[in-house]
């Protein structure tokens, strides 16, 4: 049975990491070991627990006790369970809950490159991707197109930022993720036995359909920050630059519609 507590008193410090604390806080809270994070909504909270992450407490909408979450609940066994009304949830968190539901969660050690990379095929890489909800879209994206692992440099929204894993549906602790060195990514790659493609627009650049680029056997799909795109550099490093063919003068799409195009694409056997 969970321990289910009612919230009397704001200040209590175990809601200090609902309240008080922001996403980078969290992220050093057990500081020189990873942090906590915390994850929005039922669906979410499910594919984080059945990715083997472990509850810290559970913040809940008094209504959602017996209805959506109660399968998250009866998960948890003994972890704090704070609950309240809508209006005070709202008042503390300071924002509307997805779903009535937060659960804090604690990080884990990411992978090295060489380990993440080992037996992948396909991998997207994000350089400096800032936006979270395009870092949860390309997340999706990766996992349901077939995509072995994303890699992503330091300037990248954190895919356990709420609002990424939310947009993701959760994929984040499906699909394998860690961080790069953006000064030697394409270098990493090429030493790990991957081909390069990046996304960009330019006169040389090849159609996302080019039959040579497909048959890669091991593929490094690079995207830019929203905005830049990518680095010159990085544009000048890789084996190929790639483009997706548009209509009606637009001349690209949104990083997180573009992935999903080029994961398509490149991800078919």
Known sequence: ??????????????????????????????????????????NVIERALNGGYEPVSLLIDKNQLTGAAEKVINRIGQTPVFTAETAVLSELTGFAMTRGLLCAMKRRQLPSVTDLCANARRIAVLENVMNPTNVGAIFRSAA????????????????????????????VFQIPWTFIDET????????????????????????IDD???????KLAIILGTEGEGLCKQTIADCDYTVCIPMSHGVDSLNVAAASAVAFWQLCRK
Do not use: W
């Not at 209590?12 to 057990?30: F, G, K, M, S, V």
């Not at 349901?144 to 994929?171: E, F, I, K, N, Q």
């Not at 790990?192 to 650049?205: H, Y």
């Not at 039959?211 to 056997?217: A, G, I, N, W």
């Open 211 to 217: 039959p040579q680029l497909m048959s890669e056997e």
């Open 1 to 42: 049975m969970s321990n289910i507590v009612d919230i009397t008193d704001f200040s209590n410090p175990q809601l200090d990491i609902y309240a008080r604390l922001n996403e980078n806080q969290l992220r050093t809270y057990y500081e020189p070991n990873p942090g906590i994070f915390i994850a929005e909504s039922p």
């Open 144 to 171: 349901a197109l077939g995509m072995d692992a994303v890699l992503l440099t330091s300037g990248c929204s954190d895919p356990l930022y709420r609002r990424a894993s939310r947009v993701s549906m959760g994929t």
């Open 184 to 207: 030697e990514t394409v270098q990493t790659l090429k030493q790990l036995g991957f081909k390069t493609a990046a996304m960009a627009l330019s006169d040389v650049a090849v159609s």
